[in-house]
């Protein structure tokens, strides 16, 4: 799965390829979806969700540049694949933490997280995301697995200084994957182009 994320052009640095090496997809998915654990798609896991296809996974984590002792946001933690791969670009010293608005699915991202040996790197917050996490605040990194009508305005605050967040913004016709960058207290946002996501639901989000 790596070399081909890598031959397509997904993959550009050896540093996301070594991480997307060592988290067992497997370990994140249904019994009956472990079989598909490498190809490149998203996958049910329940719930009406899904974990992301692994060429989205890396797109966010090249764009994200992550590094070592950074603190993390993820919004939509799902099935904890996506909060894994994270978890291995910031350490060592870094954290992340992932919010869950499903409490079937914060409980599963836990025990899968736990079975894969990230239960000290990932902490799964159950609530609404698009309030963000303000007693971790600030993150250098804000990572958005569900589409935003809007930049929800409580992310924006939570950013660090010379943070980066990336959150897809559209219907559910049409997405961009929107990467926005804090410096100085000046925002600055560019479109990285078009992705589909399910929705983000709740106060800064699509209504239920
Ligand atoms: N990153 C995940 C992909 C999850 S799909 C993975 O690797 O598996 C998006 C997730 O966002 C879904 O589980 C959905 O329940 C969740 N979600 C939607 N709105 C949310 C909100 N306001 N706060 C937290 N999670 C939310």
Redesign the pocket.
């Known amino acids: 799965m790596v070399s081909r994320l890598r031959d397509s052009g997904y993959i550009r640095s050896q540093r996301v390829a070594d991480a997307m090496m060592v988290v067992p997809r497997h370990l994140?998915l249904p019994p009956e979806a472990r079989e598909n654990a490498y190809v490149d798609s998203p996958l049910h896991?329940g719930?009406g969700?899904?974990?992301?296809a692994p060429h989205m996974?890396a797109i966010m984590a090249e764009a994200l540049d992550l590094g070592p002792g950074q603190r993390v946001l993820?919004?939509?933690?799902?099935?904890?694949?996506?909060?894994a791969v994270m978890a291995e670009l910031v350490r060592p010293g870094g954290m992340v933490y992932t919010?869950?608005?499903?409490p079937p699915?914060a409980e599963m991202a836990r025990k899968n997280l736990m079975e894969a040996g990230y239960s000290s790197l990932v902490e799964v917050i159950e609530?609404?995301?698009?309030m963000g996490l303000p007693e971790h605040a600030p993150y250098d990194r804000i990572s958005v697995?569900?589409a935003a009508p809007d930049v929800p305005e409580p992310l924006k605050q939570q950013l660090a200084d010379e943070g980066r967040m990336l959150v897809p913004v559209g219907g559910s016709w049409h997405q961009d994957l929107v990467m926005v960058m804090r410096s100085k207290g000046r925002f600055r946002i560019e479109n990285l182009g078009g992705c589909i996501?399910?929705?983000?639901?709740?106060e800064h989000?699509h209504k239920p």
Do not use: K, N
């Open positions: 994140f896991i719930e969700q899904t974990i992301s996974v993820e919004v939509g933690g799902g099935s904890g694949y996506h909060a919010i869950e608005r499903i699915l609530g609404d995301g698009t697995a569900a996501f399910v929705p983000l639901i709740g989000g």
